[in-house]
Antibody, heavy 126, light 107 residues
Framework: EVQLVESGGGLVQPGGSLRLSCAAS????????MSWVRQAPGKGLELVAS????????YYVDSVRGRFTISRDNAKNSLYLQMNSLRAEDTAVYYC???????????????????WGRGTLVAVSS | SSELTQDPDVSVALGQTVRITCQGD??????ASWYQQKPGQAPVLVIY???NRPSGIPDRFSGSSSGNTGSLTITGAQAEDEADYYC???????????FGTGTKVTV
């Protein structure tokens, strides 16, 4: 059974730092892209960062680039998100998700995130 | 801002059919994936690709595409289908995966 368990969230002051962790189990972690997706209170989903299997390719949403760093330890089946210079607008539930998984053939292209953790709440407030 | 636009709210009577749409330029060449999210819970993948359902997703959920619009259809909506639904796809530049604005479905 695939499981993703986030940890590390909490209350932090503006300008502070937090490190989120995602412990993966039930699949070959080193074979999949992994991502962090967040959801601010009462708002929609936002992809924050993604990382390729071997870490050679990373993606960040513009609003966090330069402040957040995604990383992974394939030996420990773990994904991380180092969050620095936190702002009030970073307040959200942060989900760890497996993916994007992608299929690109001649006439078909699609991507998806097939498993999600339960999330960890990050609150940035003074 | 999201490049994928959804209607904010949709209502459906119990047992009836509802279609949720997702509009975006990228969808003319790419299929959307769809996620169901109930209050206080993590999103769950319900449709991906042309019309693929993960294991455990009821067959009343189906996907389709036309032009720059992707659709998720619930045929015979049940009370447990009441949730927020989000689409997702890669944007036109191919560098960014965007989620739609979300649709709240009331049964």
């Amino acid at each position: 059974e695939v499981q993703l368990v986030e940890s590390g969230g909490g209350l932090v002051q503006p300008g502070g730092s937090l490190r989120l962790s995602c412990a993966a189990s039930g699949f070959n972690f080193n074979e999949f892209w992994m991502s962090w997706v967040r959801q601010a209170p009462g708002k929609g989903l936002e992809l924050v960062a993604s990382m390729m299997q071997d870490g050679t390719e990373k993606y960040y949403v513009d609003s966090v680039r330069g402040r957040f760093t995604i990383s992974r330890d394939n030996a420990k089946n773990s994904l991380y998100l180092q969050m620095n210079s936190l702002r009030a607008e970073d307040t959200a539930v942060y989900y760890c998700a497996r993916g994007p998984l992608g299929v690109v053939v001649i006439t078909t292209a699609y991507w998806y995130y097939d498993f999600w953790g339960r999330g960890t709440l990050v609150a940035v407030s003074s | 801002s999201s490049e994928l636009t959804q209607d904010p709210d949709v209502s459906v009577a119990l047992g009836q059919t509802v279609r949720i749409t997702c509009q975006g330029d990228s969808l003319s060449t790419k299929y959307a994936s769809w996620y169901q999210q109930k209050p206080g819970q993590a999103p769950v993948l319900v449709i991906y690709g042309k019309n693929n359902r993960p294991s455990g997703i009821p067959d009343r959920f189906s996907g389709s595409s036309s032009g720059n619009t992707g659709s998720l259809t619930i045929t015979g909506a049940q009370a447990e289908d009441e949730a927020d639904y989000y689409c997702n796809s890669r944007d036109t530049s191919g560098n960014h995966h965007a989620f739609g604005t979300g649709t709240k479905v009331t049964v």
